[in-house]
Nanobody, 115 residues
Framework: VQVVESGGGLVQPGGSLRLSCAAS????????MRWYRQAPGKERELVAG????????YYADSVKGRFTISRDNAKNTVYLQMNSLKPEDTAVYYC?????????WGQGTQVTVSS
């Protein structure tokens, strides 16, 4: 099983980034996918989630209207489009696949929002 995030980097406030999470080794379409983030000294928090067939989505209040989660089951990939980025969005972003009691995590990708 592999879950690999990419797309992080340094961006100025107000900018955009698109994170990708490529999965393999399990039936991707059967799993809900989530993006979490963890800033230094803070607990990991759920940012966004999408159901297994993309029928429903969830967003934390702090990112609602700025971030969009989507998935392509043909490519076994989930995306997080992040617009209007703020310094407080700076964190390591993690991808999680979850189905019942089974979950898989990626290694994370750093997002830094700074001028």
């Amino acid at each position: 099983v592999q879950v690999v995030e990419s797309g992080g980097g340094l961006v100025q406030p107000g900018g955009s980034l698109r994170l990708s999470c490529a999965a393999s080794g399990f039936t991707f379409s059967s799993y809900a996918m989530r993006w979490y983030r963890q800033a230094p000294g803070k607990e990991r928090e759920l940012v966004a989630g999408i159901a297994s067939f993309g029928g429903s989505t969830y967003y934390a209040d702090s990112v609602k209207g700025r971030f969009t989660i989507s998935r392509d089951n043909a490519k076994n990939t989930v995306y997080l489009q992040m617009n209007s980025l703020k310094p407080e969005d700076t964190a390591v972003y993690y991808c999680q696949a979850v189905r019942l009691s089974t979950e898989y995590w990626g290694q994370g990708t750093q997002v830094t929002v700074s001028s």
